[in-house]
């Protein structure tokens, strides 16, 4: 299960990958008053990933299509269909976005030793990908989703570092990013040490290949809507993306007639390939993943179909109505209502041996289950607490939860995890 910080909440792209993040990490920093909060950080190593052929391929195809931290870090042609970059400048960084007191940065990769990252180690860029934490130790955040590349295997992550040295540098000063003090201790809050290894999947079974390519493209980060009122659950579209300009409301993902359960493996593929004839919202970056091969995609396809179908119609180019799954206004917004779910009468035992903090396996996520009279709650993330309603199959829904929710016991019967299946099982282990 993918929990986004509501730093990214409203940010743009499926898996903008590299995304803004490194922000203002580029020239002198303007003063900020109060000073920079202390950030959790592990120190720097002197690192080197050995330059071989393989990672630079490998690399490539991570950054410029499976990820696609091209989209972020560079000029965008807006005029062209899904604003690929612009020729000449990838990588070389842009503004985002401006305003009183606010600009956000996304800065240059080349090795430009000046103007890029040419100066920075192999170390500073490997722990602003997947720890959160710059070249000059500002905490990042944003658009930048370390939390999602953070799933990244070690191997995978030098190679992305290699390709990003085989660029060739391109001289492109950028002013520093200016966020606010609360902005600035937000991400100084979320940044995280990896003190582990990070082990390669088995991405010769396209199950698991795509489970990865969803986490490291943070796709559920996206096609969630983690700021609606109620969440109609994971992959099930509705979150409201701004960018440059654009805005737009993500596709259910799920396998839901309302989604994509009438589409085919080929329709899937064709649609990340030609954005829809090129009518798709660039925000989707489409231009990126249109680089990845059929397999992969394929793979992702697949994968997706595990979700739990969310009865939930989005649309960006009809008219917007209120919504009553998502409790927002969003095209065909009227064809949605308030799933009703099936309440089974079990014999739940003492509800008392539920409550408790379920953690994700190596992850901070957690769900904390309590207790009110006679029925059970969920809290995600210290989210509001939502009832659980049996339902068959030994699942509990409840409106507002990300997927549903399952408990494992012991051979005594004490509840001891519970599982989620946002792409099938996922183990939640009790920590208190």
């Given at each position: ?30 003063p900020t008053v109060p000073p920079l909060p202390t950030v959790r950080a592990r120190p720097l190593t002197d690192i080197a990933f050995a330059r071989t052929p ?93 939390w999602s590349f953070r799933q990244l295997s070690d191997e995978d992550l030098a190679s992305i570092v290699v390709y990003l040295r085989s660029l060739p540098p ?158 927002q206004e969003h095209g065909l917004g009227e064809k949605n209502v308030p799933p009703v779910f099936a309440r089974v009468e079990v014999d739940l035992g003492p ?82």
């Amino acid at each position: 299960m993918t929990r986004a910080p509501s730093s990214c909440l409203a940010t743009a792209g499926l898996g903008l990958a590299l995304a803004a993040g490194l922000t203002g990490c580029v020239g002198e920093m303007e003063p900020t008053v109060p000073p920079l909060p202390t950030v959790r950080a592990r120190p720097l190593t002197d690192i080197a990933f050995a330059r071989t052929p393989e990672r630079i391929e490998r690399g490539r195809y991570l950054a410029d299509a499976a990820i696609g931290c091209v989209l972020c870090h560079s000029e965008r042609d807006e005029r062209r269909p899904g604003a690929p970059p612009v020729a000449g400048r990838e990588y070389a960084g842009v503004v985002l976005e401006e305003a009183e007191g606010y600009r956000l940065v996304a800065p240059n990769l080349t090795p430009d030793p000046e103007t890029g990252a040419g100066a920075w180690s192999d170390d500073m860029l490997a722990r602003a990908i997947r720890e959160g934490v710059g070249h000059d130790g500002r905490a990042l955040g944003g658009p930048m989703w370390w939390w999602s590349f953070r799933q990244l295997s070690d191997e995978d992550l030098a190679s992305i570092v290699v390709y990003l040295r085989s660029l060739p540098p391109v001289r492109h000063a950028l002013p520093p990013r200016i966020l606010s003090a609360a902005q600035e201790a937000e991400r100084a809050r979320q940044a995280e040490p990896l003190l582990e290894p990070v082990p390669a999947r088995n991405l010769a079974d396209p199950i698991e290949r795509g489970r990865y390519l969803i986490e490291v493209a943070d796709c559920m980060g996206c096609h969630t809507a983690w700021e609606g009122s109620p969440n109609p659950g994971g992959f099930a579209g509705g979150n409201r993306i701004s960018r440059g300009g654009h805005q737009s409301f993500s596709a259910n993902l799920t396998p839901d007639p309302a989604a994509l359960g009438g589409w085919t493996e080929a329709i899937f593929v064709g649609a990340m390939r030609q954005g829809r004839g090129g009518a798709l919202d660039p925000i989707m970056p489409w231009a990126a993943y249109r680089g990845m091969t059929d397999e992969d995609l394929g793979a992702i396809y697949q994968t997706l179909r595990l979700a739990p179908p969310v009865r939930h119609w989005v649309n960006n180019s009809a008219p917007p109505t209120p919504c009553a799954v998502c409790g927002q206004e969003h095209g065909l917004g009227e064809k949605n209502v308030p799933p009703v779910f099936a309440r089974v009468e079990v014999d739940l035992g003492p509800l008392t041996s539920y409550t408790g903090r379920f953690q994700l396996e190596g992850k901070t996520f957690w769900i904390e289950i309590s207790v009110d009279e006679s029925a059970l709650f969920a809290s995600e993330e210290g989210g509001p607490p939502i009832e659980l309603v049996p339902v068959a199959g030994g699942r509990f829904e409840g409106r507002g939860l990300t997927s549903p929710i399952a408990f494992e016991r012991d051979e005594t019967g004490a509840v001891t995890a519970l599982l989620t299946f946002e792409l099938g099982p996922d183990r939640w282990e009790r920590v208190r």
